[in-house]
């Protein structure tokens, strides 16, 4: 039996969207991995928790804002920004962080990782 190639990967449920104060992040373990989701207003913003510059997972603890109207996270280490839509660095456009899709469903934050299995407690 094969898998089949064409099916999307599923969405899992992180957690409850009152547990993501606004204008903040939070860290989800999942499949292994650290991801950072952030909440800016109504909007909600997943990417990689790694900080390439410091070398920490640290994103989700990082200063939320904006840099010419667009969202942005600053990291808490070295300050660098990272465009919270594109994953892109404000400050050095050389270096991204992956960006996931995210969403709110029944007031759960689901995400979605191209390979994702399950979600760690």
Known sequence: MSADCTEEPSW??????DEIP????????VDGRQIAIVRVGDALYALDNFDPFACAYVISRGIVGDRAGRPKIA???????????TGRC???????????????????VELRLAHA???AA
């Open 12 to 17: 899992i449920a992180v957690c409850a969207l």
């Open 22 to 29: 606004s204008e903040s992040g939070v860290c989800a373990l």
């Open 75 to 85: 990291s808490p280490m070295y300050k660098h920004g990272f465009d919270l839509e």
């Open 90 to 108: 404000l400050d050095d456009p050389a270096v991204a962080l992956e960006t996931f899709p995210v969403r709110v469903r029944a007031g759960r």
């Open 117 to 119: 299995v399950g979600i």
